[in-house]
Every structure is written in structure tokens, then in C-alpha cells.
């Protein structure tokens, strides 16, 4: 879910505009505490220096939107709360009246960003946290987008790899919780387009598909018995990590030579929800990144059903 756009939402500047009632100074500016109804109807109460909101302060749109927190010369600056018309809201730092260094954003779907932010955009390390799947995305972003190193974490299996343009290229793996990792790639691939669509000149779109090349083998652990052959003995078999102290025994799992020249589709963690106005345009589900990309979620799930 996208957070872009939402500070359309401008405060009135002062310049002694509006009613306001509080402390000025000897030049007349407002200076120290004051309350302020502007204009268009906002109302700001808290610090003012040198007739600026310099400090702590409140400011509510008349749109229900509202600021709780610190200012340097009329601009959002330092520790801050912002709540936005929809109900979501963003707590964290700023800069320039810009999300920027380290905060959490609360979306209205549930969802939650936690981590860095540059310019208004998430960028760095982050976290984002899928409320409906349970998945989250750790790792890297650049300019609002999924970029970089990560891990894709769903509630039986993960991916590890790399991302760009906020999808999942080149090597990587497919970590399973039952004890095998499917190892492979991700390579772009062409759309398929129909007979009417070759007729007319469209862009071709390039998304990633998944090759896989092995899977470790899934080891059997048993606890070893006097009149029995030690299961690491066993041809096949070895100790697989668990709790210390017994294991869950499970069948040994031939690699995916059907997966391997299959292709898995696309990882699509999904786009963020919008904070207010234009966000209101883009309605994204969590499987589906851009128009014409795929989800991988229910590829990963056959492979999941291969496995067990």
C-alpha cells in the first residue's frame, strides 16, 4: 500500500492571519503559547517563537486531520504524530515537514511500516507487516519501493533473496519450516500477450519467474535406541535441526524435478495502503504489486503440499 501524497494536507501559514489569542512579544509577534483559528478554518495551540509555530504544538485541519508534535519555523521538525482523514496515521521523526529518519505508519487495512524513511518515502531498512496474511517484508527500500536485499516471511516458509522495482531477481532460496530449503532463481520473462493484443503496439511487460535448480535433502531424526541401528547410521538419513531432545518424524523428500522445470510465479508482497487524497485511487490487494505482475502465494502453497 502506497503512503505517497499525503501531505497535500498544507497548514496555513501565519504571518498574523486569522484570530489568535496568547502571549506576544515586545514586538507584537506571537511568541510563547497561543492558540490560532486561521482562515481556512485550521486551528493551531501551542508554541510560537518570533510569530512562527517553533515547539510543541497541535494543529487540526478542518478536515479531521491533525499534527501533535514539534515544530522549527512553521514546519514539522523533530518528534510527531500525524493522523490522517482516513484514520491511518504516522508516528516518527521529521524533517522539513517530510517523514524523515525512523517511524512507524499504521494503515487502515491494518497493515504496519516500521523503520526508515528519507523524504517522505520509505528508504533504508524497514519492515512491512501484512495484517490479512500474516507475512511481513524485511529488508530493504529505496524511494517507497522494495529494493535491495530481504526476506519475504509467510507463516510455514520464507524467501531470501534480493528485490528490485519491488520485485524478487536473481539467486535465492525457499526456506520451508518441515527442514529443506529450495534453492533457484528468479529470471525475467516476457508476458505472453494474445492474438488482438499483438495486433496493436503495447509495451511488452517483464516479469520474474522462478527456476528452481535443488532441494536439500530432508534428513530423518530419530532418537537413537540400544537395540537399534542409529538413525544418522541409516543410509539417506541424518539428524535434522530440532528441539533438543525429540523430533517429529517425517518422510525424506526427493527433489522437485517437476518444480525445477516448472516456474513458480512471481513474488508479489503487495503495495501499501495510500495515507489521504490521490492514495484513495490506487487500491492494491496484498498479492498484487502493479497491474500485469503475478502473485507467487499459491505456487508457493503446491510447493508447500510437494514438501509435506
Same mark, same amino acid.
Given at each position: 500500500? @502506497?503512503?505517497? !501524497?499525503?501531505?497535500?494536507?498544507?497548514?496555513?501559514? #501565519?504571518?498574523?492571519?486569522?484570530?489568535?489569542?496568547?502571549?506576544?512579544?515586545?514586538?507584537?509577534?506571537?511568541?510563547?503559547?497561543?492558540?490560532?483559528?486561521?482562515?481556512?478554518?485550521?486551528?493551531?495551540?501551542?508554541?510560537?517563537?518570533?510569530?512562527? =509555530?517553533?515547539?510543541?504544538?497541535?494543529?487540526?485541519?478542518?478536515?479531521?486531520?491533525?499534527?501533535?508534535?514539534?515544530?522549527?519555523?512553521?514546519?514539522?521538525? !523533530?518528534?510527531?504524530?500525524?493522523?490522517?482523514?482516513?484514520?491511518?496515521?504516522?508516528?516518527?521523526?521529521?524533517?522539513?515537514?517530510? /517523514?524523515?529518519?525512523?517511524?512507524?505508519?499504521?494503515?487502515?487495512?491494518?497493515?504496519?511500516?516500521?523503520?526508515?524513511?528519507?523524504?517522505?518515502? =520509505?528508504?533504508?531498512?524497514?519492515?512491512?507487516?501484512?495484517?490479512?496474511?500474516? @507475512?511481513?517484508?524485511?529488508?530493504?527500500?529505496?524511494?517507497?519501493?522494495?529494493?535491495?536485499?530481504?526476506?519475504?516471511?509467510?507463516?510455514?516458509? =520464507?524467501?531470501?533473496?534480493?528485490?528490485?522495482?519491488?520485485?524478487?531477481?536473481?539467486?535465492?532460496?525457499?526456506?520451508?519450516?518441515?527442514?529443506?530449503?529450495?534453492?533457484?532463481?528468479? /529470471?525475467?520473462?516476457?508476458?505472453? /500477450?494474445?492474438?488482438?493484443?499483438?495486433?496493436?503496439?503495447?509495451?511488452?511487460?517483464?516479469?520474474?519467474?522462478?527456476?528452481?535448480?535443488?532441494?536439500?535433502?530432508?534428513?530423518?531424526?530419530?532418537?537413537?535406541?540400544?537395540?537399534?541401528?542409529?538413525?544418522?547410521? /541409516?543410509?539417506?538419513?541424518?539428524?535434522?535441526?530440532?528441539?533438543?531432545?525429540?523430533?517429529?518424524?517425517?518422510?525424506?523428500?526427493?527433489?522437485?524435478?517437476?518444480? @525445477?522445470? !516448472?516456474?513458480?510465479? @512471481?513474488?508479489?508482497? !503487495?503495495?501499501?495502503?495510500?495515507?489521504?487524497?490521490?492514495?484513495?485511487?490506487?487500491?492494491?490487494?496484498?498479492?498484487?504489486?502493479?497491474?500485469?505482475?503475478?502473485?507467487? #502465494?499459491?505456487?508457493?502453497?503446491?510447493?508447500?503440499?510437494?514438501?509435506?
Amino acid at each position: 500500500m @502506497s503512503d505517497l !501524497g499525503s501531505e497535500e494536507l498544507e497548514e496555513e501559514g #501565519e504571518n498574523d492571519l486569522g484570530e489568535y489569542e496568547g502571549e506576544r512579544n515586545e514586538a507584537g509577534e506571537r511568541h510563547g503559547h497561543g492558540k490560532a483559528r486561521l482562515p481556512n478554518g485550521d486551528i493551531y495551540e501551542g508554541n510560537y517563537e518570533h510569530g512562527k =509555530r517553533h515547539g510543541q504544538g497541535i494543529y487540526k485541519f478542518k478536515n479531521g486531520a491533525r499534527y501533535i508534535g514539534e515544530y522549527v519555523r512553521n514546519q514539522k521538525h !523533530g518528534q510527531g504524530t500525524f493522523i490522517y482523514p482516513d484514520g491511518s496515521r504516522y508516528e516518527g521523526e521529521w524533517a522539513d515537514d517530510l /517523514r524523515h529518519g525512523h517511524g512507524v505508519y499504521y494503515y487502515i487495512n491494518n497493515d504496519t511500516y516500521t523503520g526508515e524513511w528519507f523524504a517522505h518515502q =520509505r528508504h533504508g531498512q524497514g519492515t512491512y507487516f501484512y495484517a490479512e496474511t500474516g @507475512s511481513k517484508y524485511v529488508g530493504t527500500w529505496v524511494n517507497g519501493q522494495q529494493e535491495g536485499a530481504a526476506e519475504l516471511i509467510h507463516l510455514n516458509h =520464507r524467501y531470501q533473496g534480493k528485490f528490485l522495482n519491488k520485485n524478487p531477481v536473481g539467486p535465492g532460496k525457499y526456506v520451508f519450516d518441515i527442514g529443506c530449503e529450495q534453492h533457484g532463481e528468479y /529470471r525475467l520473462t516476457d508476458v505472453e /500477450r494474445g492474438e488482438e493484443e499483438e495486433e496493436e503496439e503495447t509495451l511488452i511487460t517483464v516479469i520474474p519467474k522462478w527456476k528452481a535448480t535443488k532441494i536439500t535433502e530432508l534428513a530423518l531424526w530419530t532418537p537413537t535406541l540400544p537395540q537399534e541401528q542409529p538413525a544418522a547410521d /541409516r543410509p539417506g538419513q541424518e539428524e535434522a535441526p530440532g528441539a533438543e531432545g525429540g523430533g517429529e518424524m517425517v518422510e525424506e523428500v526427493q527433489p522437485l524435478t517437476d518444480v @525445477s522445470e !516448472g516456474e513458480l510465479e @512471481s513474488t508479489r508482497p !503487495g503495495d501499501e495502503e495510500g495515507d489521504a487524497s490521490r492514495e484513495d485511487r490506487e487500491e492494491f490487494q496484498y498479492d498484487s504489486l502493479d497491474q500485469g505482475n503475478i502473485s507467487f #502465494e499459491e505456487e508457493e502453497g503446491r510447493q508447500s503440499e510437494l514438501l509435506e
